[in-house]
């Protein structure tokens, strides 16, 4: 069974800097694309960045795009968001998510067969 536990999140002020982490288990975490999703309160679930089993390429939102940066590290089954130059907009549960299918690079919703509980991640002006 595959769990995605993410931790990290919180309150900041707007400019400030964040990393949230999300750890797997139950997969083979270095086979599988992973990525990040965030929900605002009355928006639906929106891609935020995903990272490929090689982690050698990276796709991200535009609103993310410069600010945010995806990365893992396969030896602890961990993938990570860098945020930085946070915005109130930013404000979101953020989600981990792991592709469904091995060797893939994913990004659409539906490409993710896996998901954590999320983070709460507010940003203040």
């Known amino acids: 069974q595959v769990q995605l536990v993410e931790s990290g999140g919180g309150l900041v002020q707007a400019g400030d800097s964040l990393r949230i982490s999300c750890v797997a288990s139950g997969l083979s975490f270095s086979r599988y694309a992973m990525g990040w999703f965030r929900q605002a309160p009355g928006k639906q679930r929106s891609f935020v960045a995903s990272i490929n089993w090689r982690a050698n390429r990276a796709n991200y939102a535009d609103s993310a795009s410069g600010r945010f940066t995806i990365s893992r590290d396969n030896a602890k089954n961990t993938v990570y968001l860098q945020m930085n130059g946070l915005k109130p907009e930013d404000t979101a549960v953020y989600y981990c998510?792991?592709?469904?299918?091995?060797?893939?690079?994913?990004?659409?919703?539906?490409?993710?067969?896996?998901w954590g509980q999320g983070t709460q991640v507010t940003v203040s002006s």
């Open positions: 998510a792991a592709a469904s299918a091995p060797y893939t690079i994913a990004m659409r919703s539906s490409e993710f067969g896996s």
